[in-house]
């Protein structure tokens, strides 16, 4: 059943003529060609999805468009500004915090979430904050440490 | 297979532009250790690379590898860059297609650096070699007058005299082909390899711009959803699509056995999937998670001999003490955060495939083979690849976007769902690994008789010093036959080697606390191996070793766990604290030493080894995929558990220098000793011990109350 939707991603405003029931994933990812969030396992375990709605931390594969009418919802992509990456992207890449990519948009998207809600996490909290977010590569450690870089702490270096 | 000969050399030529291209084709005999490796299964036929200096200066390599978090990416460019004599940014990779890039068996076995390494290092010096000889020319001085820098060919004694790599390659159409090992920079004039830059894919990856097989689109392109059967092993009896195909916007396809639904959205492709009416013929169970390991040794192919030494009754006539164990893991999944999907466009008799691959090149083959085409009609490219460790070498995935979009005339992306990815995963194998070994009154081995059942080889080799020894393989991984396992198993991040070395290491350790002599001591008073040593060595120095005989108990223990994996030495210790009421373990410490050779990239090498720690808590204490004949019942991530951020313990990391030899394999070697360190830590904390993988509170509880 067709509707109009309304909201905006990453700032700018979108109307979509389509049905309230589609999931965001799918929507971002294909109608409007936003792929940095991903797909992992559809059922909100692993957190590959993970946008920021009205300052919340939301699970794309679990959220219908509808639920975002008039609301604002970020992706990965914007939170660069003007080509500049967002601290916590930057802190990512020193720390080393990704290595295939794949679940980085999500673990990204759920630390910017955090610290949005607690920008001074004490390490226990992060490591609570991002327990439902799953990586297989194993990089979990420098990712602790460049979401613990952005919060203000002073983490050993790896190197 | 594929001749790198064949490529069509004056075409690439042309293709490139001109300028000057290297080409590698190694011989085996400049491959250390290929023959032994080509024993075993799945190594490649030929090590090949290309290296281009466009016109313009722009220098390009073309790799076959793919980049799948490993950070190849970056290491092969270093290599590149460090022998060519430009800087890092210099350099363009292309990697992971068919139409560009020379034939490559895969990415895996931690063979990228150790055996491919080695070509691009040749193709680089080869380069600048040739770039060299044409400035020699230019500037009318020997080449011995010259020296390069940063892409630039200048008179030593007179730097202003001086001319460009790009001025070089302008107007050449020069190719030159390596047969023969080049002289290679050495470590000591490194200013490119041995350092830490920041990874080339970082800047797309944490702005999520980074292009992975699901993120290609194609004008007008399908999603499809294929109707699966319910166990392996099940044939379809009845289908009814009339509901889905009443759909709008639904194309239905039934063919060749295979049942798919196509829509313009993968939604929609999702509904008109279960629309679907199926009946199917299930086979009855023969095997279960449970009695798997009785089949495995009941069912088991002849044994190939590993290694025979000595007199095994010999060994058993010298022991004071005898000692027999059997070891036991199930299947694990390789559960990579990207699903496999593949994205094809079939057009004019020519395949275009994007697939998400560690086999670009062997994927090419088996597509022209589904669809009749010719393989070089057939291009696979492979973007980034979210997470491999193994599972992403068969291309079932790439096969069927291909057949749907040769049948429907459309670009087709077929990507699996997180359940498809459980059930079409070629698992890592259930195995029983049987030990029997023994000690004489000195508290030196006497005999080793190993036999491993369901894995593999890799991993078995006996490096301690152990007079009468023989190590059977029954059924290795790639070689089984058919039905020796319920559904399809393969390489797992270092295949059969996580297993052996679990059995192998335990068995040492079992024999170290009945000899009341520490496990470092009794580790090194049986190995003379100085590579061994030298990580044992190490490893306790870092974790503060101090001399003990296990099991200490009281709750929170240590052990200690080594072996040799893809050339690289590795050593662990692990601090784990168990949870005596609900037999919960938490690692809280993981100390590793690794020799591995020249080290291309530091920072690179401790993001593997942090990796291999990590990602191996999951098969050591969690991960198991249960089963019921051919029916799967682990299917996603609430019953199927992976490593999470509060399991994950303070690991520290030394690499151990040994630049006398050549870079080795990185990407596999810390995982092996997960197991067998951890189970040995647990035995040192409450005396109980765990011969089965995973070791999961159940488990761990059921033998605290034998203890």
Known sequence: ?159 | MTDATRLDRRDFVKLLGGGILVVVHLPRSAIPGLDDLQQRRGYPEDINAYLHIAADGKVTLFSGKIEMGQGVMTSLTQMAAEELGVALDAIHIVMGDTALCPWDMGTFGSMTTRMFGPAVRAAAAQARLVLTDLAAQRLAVPRTALTVENGVVSVAADRGRRVSYGELAKGQQITHTVDEKAVLRAVKDFSVMGQSPPRLDGQEKVAGTAKYAGDIRFPGMLYARILRPPAHGATLTRVDTAAAAAMPGVTVVHQDGMVALLAADPETAARALAAVRADFDVPAPAVDTESIFQHLVQAAPPANARESAGDLAAGRAQAAKTFSATYYNSYVAHAPMEPHTAVAEVKDGKATVWSSAQTPFPQQATIARALGLAEGDVRVMTPYVGGGFGGKSEGRQAVEAAQLAKITGKPVQVAWTREEEFFYDTFRPAAVVRVDSAIDVAGKLTLWDYQVYGAGSRGSDVFYDVPNRSVKVYGEWGRAPEGFHPFAIGPWRAPAANTNRFAAEQQIDIMAAAAGVDPLEFRLRNTTDKRMVAVLKAVAEAARWTAGVAPRKGGRGRGLACGIDAGTYVALVADVTVDAATGAVKVDRVVCAQEMGVVVNPNGARMQVEGCITMGLGYTLSEEVRFEGGKILDANFGTYGLPRFSWVPTIETVLVANDDLPPQGGGEPAIVNMGAVVANAIFDATGARLYRLPMTPERVLAELKKV
């Open chain 1, 1 to 159: 059943m067709s509707e109009t939707i309304r909201f905006r991603v990453n700032g700018r405003p979108v109307t979509l003529e389509t049905d309230a029931t589609r999931t965001l994933l799918w929507v971002l990812r294909t109608d409007l060609e936003l792929t940095g969030t991903k797909y992992g396992c559809g059922v909100g375990l692993c957190g590959s999805c993970t946008v920021v709605v009205d300052g919340q931390v939301a699970r794309a594969c679990q959220t219908s468009l509808g639920s975002v009418q008039g609301k604002a919802v970020t992706t990965i992509e914007g939170l660069a500004r003007d080509g500049t990456l967002d601290p916590l992207q930057q802190a990512f890449l020193e720390h080393g915090g990704f290595q295939c990519g794949y679940c980085t948009s999500g673990m990204i998207m759920n630390a910017y979430g955090l610290l949005l809600r607690n920008p001074k996490p004490t390490r226990d909290e992060i490591v609570q904050g991002m327990e439902s977010n799953l990586c297989r590569c194993g990089a979990h450690t420098r990712i602790l440490a460049a979401i613990a870089a952005v919060a203000g702490r002073r983490e050993a270096s790896h190197d």
